[in-house]
């Protein structure tokens, strides 16, 4: 069944994951995107602030949105979002290590330019295995209201 | 790189630019951002973005991307001319990410980042702290995207 608006009420929303990051993948998106010898270089990155060789903040947050597309948004009759009000890098994220989501909604409301969708604000926090909090964000998400996804109306 | 010394409030440069290909943006999408409307061309269409549309975090990566290159090239030319490179920290995160209109197979982004503040860290005095506004626009000239980014940026003389 799609989700819609009606099923974002304020509260616990999901925990999701575990997902293991590879050692290749964090090298591979570090390659394209975010070349930093601290992403890259395992004696730069020991020397760095993080302290040892840690994955790039913006892979951290694409392997977020995988987790939210796999977890829920796939099933969900999401419009997209328009952007992130805040987001915390809070501690490294190390290869090979199995982090999960757990997702909040902190509001819900009806969208007045567009009163079929809703807009949903989430926070979502990504722990690693030992519970250790590595990034924080709060983002909404438009959503179409139960009424217009059970009439099939294109938006 | 330069150091925090060298950084003044209103700086701005141009970091370069990036066409969004659909082949790119599917790539993308199917690594991390699987939903319908940037994955496909009809269902993007059918979408509120009138396309098929980049994922955002496709958009914020390549930013970041076309950041880090901007830099590697300044510290080459700083180590040019004979200068000590700075070596710049992590970022502890971002604030108002707004991903204001949709990139669109095809779109050629062009990036900007303008300094907006500046301070020493309290924790890391040998730090300074600088916020960047990062935008992107479009071949058309429509603002398509904007974020307020942090980072560490090392002090030249941290004891002055």
């Known amino acids: 069944m799609t989700l819609s608006f009606e099923d974002f009420p304020p509260g616990r929303f999901g925990t999701f994951g575990p997902r293991r990051v590879t050692r290749e993948e964090v090298l591979a998106f570090a390659a394209e995107y975010d070349p930093q010898p601290m992403h890259l270089d395992e004696e730069a990155a020991a020397r760095s602030m993080l302290g040892g060789l840690s994955a790039s903040g913006w892979h951290l947050c694409s392997i977020m949105m995988r987790m939210m597309c796999d977890g829920f948004i796939g099933r969900t009759a999401s419009l997209g979002s328009p952007g992130v009000n805040e987001l915390r890098w809070l501690a490294p994220l190390r290869p090979g290590d199995d982090i999960t989501l757990d997702m909040d909604v902190v509001e819900a409301r009806v969208s007045r330019s567009r009163p079929e969708t809703g807009i949903v604000t989430f926070r979502a926090v990504v722990r690693n295995a030992a519970g250790q909090e590595l990034c924080e964000m709060i983002s909404p998400v438009i959503v179409r209201r139960r009424a217009a996804v059970t009439s099939g109306q294109a938006g | 790189m330069r150091f925090f010394e060298d950084i003044e409030i209103g700086q701005r440069r141009e970091i370069g ?19 319908r409307f940037h994955l496909d061309e009809e269902a993007g269409r059918q ?27 300044q510290a080459r030319e700083a180590a040019a001319r004979g200068e000590e490179i700075a070596i710049w920290g992590p970022s502890p995160g971002f604030r108002e990410l707004r991903w204001i209109k949709p990139v669109l197979a095809g779109d050629t982004i062009s990036f900007t980042s ?15 702290i600088v916020q960047g506004r990062h935008t992107g626009t479009n071949q058309r000239g429509e603002l398509v995207y904007s974020l307020l980014a942090t980072a560490f940026v090392p002090r030249r003389n941290p004891n002055s």
């Not at chain 2, 993308?28 to 699987?34: E, I, K, S, V, Y």
């Not at chain 2, 076309?66 to 830099?71: C, E, I, K, T, Y």
């Open chain 2, 17 to 35: 630019s990036f066409t969004f290909t659909a082949d790119a943006i599917k790539t993308f999408a199917t690594q991390f951002d699987p939903q």
């Open chain 2, 114 to 128: 303008e300094v907006e503040s500046l301070r020493i860290s309290e924790k890391r005095p040998e730090w300074g």
């Open chain 2, 47 to 73: 979408s509120l973005f009138g396309g098929l549309a980049a994922s955002g975090w496709h958009v914020g990566s390549v930013c970041m991307k076309l950041l880090v290159a901007d830099g590697q090239s």
